[in-house]
């Protein structure tokens, strides 16, 4: 395993994780219906951002 990404935020919040995981989808090109596996430490902000 390898991180490929990371990203240096204000604040850990939703809204942070959401814009993260957005610039990543758009990067890798991943459209709807194609999954991607994330895999965190367990903070719960995360989850509502997914």
């Known amino acids: 395993m390898f ?3 990371w990203a240096v935020v ?3 919040c939703t809204d942070s994780w959401g814009w993260s995981l957005s610039l990543l989808s758009t990067n890798l090109g991943l459209e709807d219906g194609y999954g ?3 895999i965190s430490d367990q903070q ?3 989850e509502y951002a997914i």
């Open 3 to 5: 991180p490929i990404a």
């Open 44 to 46: 719960k902000v995360s």
């Open 10 to 12: 204000e604040v850990e």
């Open 36 to 38: 991607c596996t994330i």
